[in-house]
């Protein structure tokens, strides 16, 4: 079966940075041959669920929430099976649940990784 394990969350003050790690298990990332979507979403309690980053094919394309453009990194390491999300400058409202989410699928959007495989979430607090 299909796991996705998060990893990397924590508190930090404002202006701190974190690091998330997506570990796959029974989902092969296949670089540039696949098409393998990945993304990292978050949610806070009595929010809907906000997509914050998602990547393509290994790196080939990566897409950024505005909120997070310029702060956050996506990226993959497919020897690993593993996906990062490096978040710095850090700000309260960036406080939330972090889930990742994967899907082979031509159409990489938040939209789509809905019918994906998805992990239980890494929690992460800034405060300020």
């Known amino acids: 079966p299909v796991e996705l394990v998060e990893s990397g969350g924590g508190s930090v003050q404002a202006g701190g940075s974190l690091r998330l790690s997506c570990a796959a298990s029974g989902y092969k990332f296949i670089n540039n041959l696949a098409n393998n979507c990945m993304a990292w979403f978050r949610q806070v309690p009595g929010k809907e669920r906000e997509g914050v980053a998602h990547i393509f094919s290994g790196g080939d394309s990566t897409y950024y929430a505005d909120s997070v453009k310029g702060r956050f990194t996506i990226s993959q390491d497919n020897a690993l099976n593993t996906m990062y999300l490096q978040m710095n400058s850090l700000k309260p409202e960036d406080t939330g649940m972090y889930y990742c989410?994967?899907?082979?699928?031509?159409?990489?959007?938040?939209?789509?990784?809905?019918?994906?495989?998805w992990g239980q979430g890494t929690q992460v607090t800034v405060s300020s």
């Open positions: 989410a994967a899907r082979a699928t031509l159409d990489c959007s938040f939209e789509s990784l809905n019918s994906g495989y």
